[in-house]
C-alpha cells in the first residue's frame, strides 16, 4: 500500500490549509462541501453501494436502538459544543 501511496497525490497534500485543520474542522468542511455538490447537483443519485450501506445501518439501527449515537452526542464527541 506505501508504495501506490508513493506515486498517488491526494488532494488534501495540495491545499496545506486544509490538512492542517483539527479533526472537527475537516468534519465540518466535509458537511459544507458535500452541502454544495448536492445544491449544485439537483439530479444527484447516490451510488448503490451507498444505498446499501445507508439500509445495512438502516437494519442494524432497528435491530440494536441503544447503538444509536444523536447528533448532539456526535457533535460533542468531536468537540463542536
Do not use: N
Amino acid at each position: 500500500m506505501a508504495f501506490l501511496s508513493y506515486f498517488c497525490i491526494m488532494l488534501i497534500d495540495t491545499l496545506p490549509e486544509v490538512k492542517s485543520l483539527s479533526p472537527a474542522q475537516k468534519y465540518e468542511l466535509a458537511g459544507e462541501l458535500w452541502d454544495e455538490v448536492t445544491t449544485r447537483l439537483q439530479l444527484f443519485e447516490p451510488h448503490p453501494d451507498v444505498l446499501d450501506l445507508l439500509e445495512a445501518r438502516d437494519r442494524d439501527w432497528e435491530a440494536r436502538p441503544e447503538t444509536a449515537v444523536s447528533w448532539e452526542e456526535l457533535q460533542a464527541k468531536l468537540g463542536k459544543h
